[in-house]
């Protein structure tokens, strides 16, 4: 097999870290996302819940576990929101099985990569929530590409801050 195989890459650069890393820093993430907006609205502008799916689903590069983690985040932040449940669930569910899937197969160390997959997965995240929203529940929502598009940036520069530093988190064998 070649060296640069996917399934060569994923058996060795898949990344572990210690069991409380899992629980608390999705935790951390959540209580941030409910909290910051009702203390200064800017922070509405992030999703922390999403940059953190990202970041465990392209450390990984399992599409299971990305899509679960995924899934699991996503339920829990409907939960805290006034939002209807399971549509940040499947959203989230969709972007951890893309960026684990991605994950496999390029080089997502490179911190450039990193912000224009965040960016991409974000915008899509956005566009499976109008979706389900318009089309599958049948709701009327406010949609600006513009303001998705600069969410879309604010949790970019948001995971090339935070990547690093759960970077940290790594467990050393």
Same mark, same amino acid.
């Given at each position: 097999? /070649?060296?640069?195989?996917? /399934?060569?890459?994923?058996?060795?650069?898949?990344?572990?870290?210690?069991?409380?890393?899992?629980?608390?820093? *999705?935790?951390?993430?959540?209580?941030?996302?409910?909290?910051? *907006?009702?203390?200064?609205?800017?922070?509405?502008?992030?999703?922390?819940?999403?940059?953190?799916?990202?970041?465990?689903?392209?450390?990984?590069?399992? *599409?299971?576990?990305?899509?679960?983690?995924? =899934?699991?985040?996503?339920?829990?932040?409907? !939960? +805290?929101?006034?939002?209807?449940?399971?549509?940040? @669930?499947? !959203?989230?569910?969709?972007?951890?099985?893309? =960026?684990?899937?991605? @994950?496999?197969?390029?080089?997502?160390?490179?911190?450039?990569?990193?912000?224009?997959?965040?960016? +991409?997965?974000?915008?899509?995240?956005? !566009?499976?929530?109008?979706?389900?929203?318009?089309?599958?529940?049948?709701?009327?929502?406010?949609?600006?590409?513009?303001?998705?598009?600069?969410? =879309? +940036?604010?949790? /970019?520069?948001?995971?090339?801050?935070?990547? *690093? +530093?759960?970077?940290?988190?790594? !467990?050393?064998?």
């Amino acid at each position: 097999m /070649s060296v640069l195989g996917a /399934s060569f890459r994923r058996d060795i650069e898949i990344r572990r870290y210690p069991f409380l890393a899992y629980l608390l820093v *999705p935790l951390a993430a959540l209580v941030l996302q409910a909290w910051l *907006p009702r203390v200064a609205g800017r922070f509405a502008w992030f999703d922390l819940p999403l940059v953190i799916t990202v970041y465990f689903a392209l450390s990984h590069r399992n *599409p299971i576990q990305g899509t679960v983690m995924g =899934a699991i985040i996503g339920l829990f932040e409907d !939960a +805290l929101s006034h939002r209807a449940i399971g549509v940040n @669930g499947i !959203a989230k569910s969709i972007v951890g099985f893309l =960026a684990a899937s991605m @994950g496999v197969r390029i080089d997502v160390e490179n911190h450039l990569i990193r912000l224009i997959l965040t960016f +991409l997965l974000s915008l899509l995240s956005s !566009a499976v929530c109008i979706f389900i929203y318009r089309v599958l529940l049948g709701l009327e929502y406010q949609w600006q590409w513009f303001t998705e598009t600069l969410i =879309a +940036l604010g949790n /970019s520069l948001t995971a090339v801050i935070f990547f *690093p +530093l759960l970077d940290r988190l790594q !467990a050393r064998e």
